[in-house]
Structure formats: C-alpha cells, structure tokens
C-alpha cells in the first residue's frame, strides 16, 4: 500500500525552528520527484519545496526562499523540511507528496494527510 506520513508540526513562536518528516512506503522512493505542500484555512495548497530524484536540483516558493530548505535520504524513503525564521504567514496544514514527475503533483501525486504547523507572534 502507498503511504506517506508527514509529522513534526506543532506551535511555535516567531522566530522559531521546526523539521518535517515524511516517512514513505509501498513505492519505489528513489524513483519519485518529492515536494511539500501547504495549505491555510480558506486558502488554495500551495507549492513550497521540490527536491527531484537524485537531489540534482530543488525549487521553493519566493516566500520562504532562504528559510526552508528541502533535503531527501533516499535509504530511508524519508523527506524533509528544515523550517527556520519561522513567521505567523507560514501558519498552515504542511503536507508531503510523491509523483513521477515533478509538474505532476496535483493530478498524479501520492499524498499525505498533512501536519499542522502554527506560528504564533
């Protein structure tokens, strides 16, 4: 069975630091473009961090360029967030997806339930 579960969300303050794991099992992890998603109450998921298959290049969203950064440990079928300067705009549901490609995301991608990330001033 395909599974992706993404932990580590909790409060914090502004500021603050927070690291997100996605443990992925059921497919050939090594072979799928990763990324992390992010969702606000009545807001549209929004791409924030694409690592592609063999780490050859990675992409973030403009607001948190210099913050975040996306790393993946392909022995593990494990992705991850490093979340640092956290702000309260970064407040949001983060969830981690899987897809053969990675333009593929929204209509192909595998996807996890998501971990809340709240940032309080």
């Known amino acids: 069975q395909v599974q992706l579960v993404d932990s580590g969300g909790c409060s914090v303050q502004a500021g603050g630091s927070l690291r997100l794991s996605c443990a992925a099992s059921?497919?050939?992890?090594?072979?799928?473009?990763m990324a992390w998603f992010s969702q606000a109450p009545g807001d549209e998921r929004q791409e924030v961090a694409i690592?592609?298959?063999?780490?050859?290049?990675?992409t973030y969203a403009d607001a948190v360029k210099g913050r975040f950064t996306v790393s993946r440990d392909n022995a593990k079928n494990t992705l991850y967030l490093q979340m640092n300067s956290l702000k309260p705009e970064d407040t949001a549901v983060y969830s981690c997806?899987?897809?053969?490609?990675?333009?593929?995301?929204?209509?192909?991608?595998?996807w996890g339930p998501g971990t809340q990330v709240t940032v309080s001033s």
């Open positions: 997806a899987a897809a053969i490609r990675c333009d593929w995301f929204r209509d192909h991608g595998y």
């Open positions: 059921g497919f050939i992890f090594d072979a799928y473009c």
């Open positions: 690592i592609d298959i063999m780490v050859r290049s990675t």
